[in-house]
């Protein structure tokens, strides 16, 4: 469990952490000397029943709220913090307003400095505190007075803070473990180490995972969870992590480290966004933006996908085209800013990390969003992939552990899943062109493969499944890799064909026959022909010059059987002579069966296998 700090600058954050951990959470130099919180602070605590609780202290300063958003993601619940001597101060909505706009539902106030302030003038301040908490997602939070300098209080907000978590919840975890990085360093003797808010699932020591966006790959040497080495970090824990196979300079702050193809990286994505009712202007179609989710920055423009504007206080669906890719999953909550003068302008949740473009004004469209942000992934997917969607983009789409077809009219084969009318119309397409192809090519046994897929215009990985399907089916059959319908016979017409020709002159005369080149020749038959009878078995091709009549071949086999019976072994001459046959056609008949396994060459002779 992780609760953050939130609060004007110079209010008590860093102080108060002190106070409740003994860690001074302000780690940097330059922080100690100025005596101001720049970054991200961190320190954990113990709870009255043993549980570990870790606590980010975010700085108060308005230059640094980049950091306070970073800091902000992947809280539990929120500690703001207001002095009493000075009340609400712009940071303190500021940041109020983001905890909201990332839905933290648990909260306290620590009404610190209480030993400045007397008794009326601190119910004043607590009465504009419970004010402003008012319509938010902390409304009705606790208010605690405390003292770092008297140490009143010290011990009911450790009280309270303990009671935002009860015992029998358990932190979400899904087996989609992230942990977007917000601190990268080098340790002597160890090498990389990440730091972060883990997500969503479990770490574990040795884990290969990936870092999005970049795409590099990394394994966890070690882990710790507050400063002590553990085998297994638990979601919602702070984690740093010490990574091989990856350096310093290709990690920084934004980046995600996660299960391996689980994570989608991206430059477009859709949203629901809330526009704050403090907004000093609407969110304009075309705005430019800053995205916070995780802990990363980015630039964005924003396509707003109804009417032209959202105003203060509304809501609405927009597609986010970012300046760079960047690691997101659905239902990711984030904050959007404008910049000059730097502002909240408002925040939401990602619906589709990976979306096409949409037209605007489309009541289809926002349909679609609306169905997905309810949970119907798998089916939007499918809608938006009618030729097939493979189970790892839909694991990038949601945060589901495996896809789930139940209540779905679709069907998953191998790593693929299809919608239940685009699989019936796939299939009717292949019997269409499969029936055209056998029409146009009644001598071949079948389409190759790479046409049928090239014609069903599928993606190499969604048509082998396809392929699988449509043969378990019984829609297709493989045949020597190439693919027909079942009905489908190699067509030799009987009369005065090539064909026929062509097996009257080699069945005129079977054990001296000319060469399959001079047969096709004289019976103007092509090659298309002679495989077509190999296919169908009319004719055995026993060399590239050498082909009998199944009736010769079948007579010639059943010779060599019954002469070895006889003689023990069989010669060429002795065969040729047996047959009437020349020379070059027994050979090749000869050294067939040897590598069809079925004689074996013993000096001169053959004898069975
Ligand atoms: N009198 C008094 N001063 C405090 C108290 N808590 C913090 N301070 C002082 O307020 C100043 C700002 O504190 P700091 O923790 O750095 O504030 P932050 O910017 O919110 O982290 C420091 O000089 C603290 O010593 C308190 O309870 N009483
Ligand atoms: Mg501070």
Redesign the pocket.
């Known amino acids: 469990m992780i609760i953050g700090t939130a609060?004007h600058?110079?209010?008590?954050?860093?102080?108060?952490v002190t106070a409740l951990t003994g860690i001074d959470p302000d780690r940097l130099a330059e922080e100690k000397q100025r005596?101001?919180?720049i970054d991200l602070g961190f320190a954990h605590m113990r709870l009255p029943d043993g549980r570990q609780l870790g606590i980010v202290d975010v700085p108060?300063h308005a230059r640094f709220i980049r950091n306070m958003l970073a800091g902000a993601h992947g809280i539990d619940a929120v500690l703001l913090?207001v002095a009493a001597d000075e009340g609400l101060m712009p940071q303190t909505r500021e940041h109020l307003e983001i905890v909201d706009l990332l839905e933290v539902s648990r909260g306290l106030v620590a009404l610190?400095?209480?030993?400045?302030v007397d008794a009326a003038w601190r119910q004043l301040v607590e009465e504009e505190v419970a004010e402003a908490l008012r319509g938010t997602s902390v409304e009705g939070a606790r208010i605690v007075g405390?003292?770092?300098?008297t140490g009143e209080g010290i011990d009911e907000l450790k009280a309270a803070i303990a009671g935002l978590f009860p015992a029998s919840e358990p932190r979400s975890d899904v087996g989609r473990p992230r942990l977007p990085i917000d601190r990268v360093f080098t340790m002597s003797g160890f090498g990389t180490v990440v730091t972060g808010t883990l997500v969503d699932g479990k770490l574990a020591v040795g884990d290969e995972l990936d870092v999005v966006p970049n795409r590099l790959s990394t394994r966890i040497r070690g882990l710790q969870q507050h400063n002590t080495a553990v085998d297994e970090a638990v979601p919602g824990s702070r984690v740093a992590a010490n990574l091989t196979g990856i350096e310093k300079k290709d990690l920084s702050r934004g980046d995600v480290l996660a299960r391996r193809s689980t994570l989608a990286a991206t430059r477009r994505i859709d949203a629901h966004v809330r526009v704050v009712a403090s907004a000093s202007r609407p969110l304009k179609h075309g705005a430019e933006v800053l995205l916070h989710t995780g802990t990363v920055e980015v630039g964005a423009r924003a396509i707003v996908l109804d009417g032209d504007v959202i105003e203060p206080g509304g809501e609405g669906w927009v597609q986010l085209y970012l300046d760079h890719v960047i690691a997101a999953a659905a239902k990711d909550r984030f904050v959007l800013r404008v910049p000059s003068p730097s502002a909240t302008i408002g925040g939401g949740r990602f619906a589709d990390v990976a979306p096409r473009k949409h037209p605007r004004h489309d009541a289809a469209t926002r349909a679609s969003l609306q169905r997905r942000a309810e949970g119907n992934v798998l089916q939007e997917e499918l809608r938006k992939y009618p030729r097939g969607v493979s189970v790892a983009a839909f694991l990038k789409a949601s945060l589901a552990a495996e896809p789930d077809l139940t209540r779905l009219s679709a069907r998953r084969v191998g790593d693929w899943i299809f919608d239940d009318g685009a699989w019936a119309a796939m299939a009717a397409r292949a019997r269409a062109e499969l029936e055209a192809y056998h029409r146009a090519h009644a001598l071949r046994q079948g389409m190759p493969r790479e046409e049928l897929r090239s014609r069903l215009g599928l993606q190499g990985g969604s048509f082998g499944a396809a392929l699988k399907g449509l043969v378990a089916d019984g829609v297709v059959q493989e045949r020597d890799g190439d693919l027909a319908l079942p009905s489908h016979q190699v067509a030799i017409e009987a009369g005065d064909s090539p064909a026929a020709r062509l097996l009257e002159l080699l069945g005129a005369q079977p054990y001296t026959p000319p060469s399959v080149a001079e047969a096709m020749r004289a019976a103007g038959a092509s090659g298309e022909v002679v495989r077509a009878l190999v296919q169908r078995g009319d004719l055995v091709r026993v060399s590239e010059d050498t082909a009998f009549t199944r009736e010769a071949y079948d007579r010639a086999v059943a010779a060599i059987k019954e002469l070895i019976s006889i003689h023990g072994s069989v010669s060429v001459a002795q065969l040729r002579d047996h047959l009437g046959a020349s020379r070059r056609p027994v050979l090749a008949l000869l050294e067939h069966l040897d590598a069809e396994r079925v004689t074996r060459r013993v000096g001169d002779a053959r004898v069975l296998r």
């Open positions: 609060g600058i110079d209010h008590g954050k860093s102080t108060l005596g101001m919180t108060g913090v610190t400095k209480v030993d400045l405390v003292s770092a300098v």
